[in-house]
C-alpha cells in the first residue's frame, strides 16, 4: 500500500531513515512528508513507534477527473464498506492546491457522496458525517495533477503520546522534541541536560528513545486502523508484543530544570507513570543555578520566544544572559538551543557552530549548537 507520511519541515531525512528501519520501501521524502510504500504490518508498526511521524495516510484513490461526475465515479469504485460500516462516524479532511478544484468544502462533498453512497449500495444504509466524533477520518487533496483520497491511519496526530493527564498549551511538541534529541547526536551513554525543560518533553522523549519504549506505548486514543472493518487483531496484537519485549531497563543520567512548578509536576508524573525515575530526574532550579553533574554530556533546551514569556527583560538581553549562564555552568559540553526567535537567537554573542532548521507547525525554527 502507498502511504504519505506527515512530519514537521526539517525532520524529513530523520522519518525516511526511521521508516526504511521499520520495513517501508520505495521511500521518497518530500515537504513535510515523506511517501513509501508499506505492508499492513509495516503501517501498524509506523503508527506505533515511529517518533518522528504526525500522520499516517493510506491512498486508496488517485484520479484525474475532468468533471464531478469523474471524481464520483472514481471515489465509488473502492470499496469503502471493507473499511467503514453504516453505523459509524466519518470525517473528511480536505485541502485543495488546484485552479479546477478550487473549492475545497465541494471537493469534500463530493467525496463523502461516493463513500457514503457506496457503503449504502453494499450495506443497505449508510455512514453519517460528525467533525467533532468521528470514527473514521478521511483526507482528500487535489492538485492541479490529480486528486487523492486518502484513509488516515492515525485518527488523531501521533504527537499526542498519552504519556501526560495533561497537556499544557506552551509544552514542546513530541515529534519536535524527538528530532531535537536525534538531531543532536545524543546517545544513551552521555547525560543529558535540558534546564528550561518545562513540562519535560525532552527529557521525556530521550528516555524512551533510550530505552526502545514505543513511541505510542501510552496512547489512549485509538489509531485509525482500529476502527476499520478489516483490521488484523491478531498482527496488530503481533506488532505491539514484538515491540515492546524491546524495552530495557539500562541507565540513564537524564536532568531537566525549571522554576515552573506546574511543569515539573506534569513531568514528575509522567516520569513515574513510566517508570523513568530514578534516571530521569526533575529539579526545581533557575538556569543560573542549573550545573553539570558529569564531566561531559549534552544540553538541549528550548527557551522562551516572547517577551511575555520573559516579561523582567528584553528578549534578546535575556538570550545574551541565558546563554552566558549555559557557557559557564556546562563546560566540556555539546550545547543545543532551540528557538523560533530567530533574531533573538541572532544576538546571541557566541557563534554557533552547527544551525539547523526545524519548524515547529508552520513556524521556522532553528537548531543551534554552540562551542562552549
Known sequence: MKLIVKTLHGVEELLATELQELGATEIAAERRAVACEADLETMYKICYLSRFALRVLVEVVKCKPETDKDLYNAVHEFPWNEYIAPTQLIFIDHITFSQKWNNSKFLAMKTKDAIVDQIAEKCGSRPSVDAEKFDILLNVHATDEDVTVSLDASRTSLNRRG?????????????????????????????????????????????????????????????????????????????????????????????????????????????????????????????????????????????????????????????????????????????????????????????????????????EGNFNKYPF
Request: with cysteine.
Open 163 to 363: 504519556y501526560r493527564t495533561t497537556q499544557p498549551a506552551s509544552a514542546t511538541n513530541e515529534v519536535l522534541a524527538a528530532a531535537l534529541v536525534k538531531l543532536s547526536g545524543w546517545t544513551p551513554d552521555q547525560a543529558l541536560y535540558d534546564p528550561m525543560c518545562g513540562a519535560g518533553t525532552i527529557c521525556i522523549e530521550a528516555a524512551m528513545m533510550a530505552r526502545n519504549i514505543p513511541a505510542n506505548k501510552y496512547r489512549k486514543e485509538p489509531f485509525g486502523f482500529e476502527k476499520w472493518q478489516n483490521l488484523d487483531a491478531e498482527l496488530w496484537q503481533k506488532v505491539k508484543d514484538e515491540a515492546e519485549a524491546k524495552i530495557n531497563n539500562m541507565r540513564l543520567t537524564i536532568i531537566g530544570s525549571d522554576l515552573n512548578t506546574e511543569g515539573l509536576d506534569i513531568y514528575k508524573q509522567a516520569a513515574l507513570m513510566m517508570n523513568l525515575t530514578p534516571d530521569v530526574r526533575c529539579i526545581k532550579q533557575s538556569v543560573k543555578e542549573a550545573t553539570r553533574q558529569t564531566a561531559e554530556g549534552v544540553v538541549i533546551t528550548c527557551p522562551p520566544t516572547e517577551d511575555e514569556e520573559a516579561p523582567k527583560k528584553n528578549i534578546i538581553e535575556y538570550y545574551k544572559e541565558l546563554t552566558y549562564y549555559l557557557s559557564r555552568n556546562f563546560p566540556d559540553h555539546d550545547v543545543w538551543v532551540y528557538s523560533s526567535n530567530l533574531k533573538a537567537l541572532r544576538n546571541v554573542p557566541y557563534g554557533a557552530e552547527e544551525r539547523l532548521k526545524v519548524f515547529s507547525g508552520n513556524t
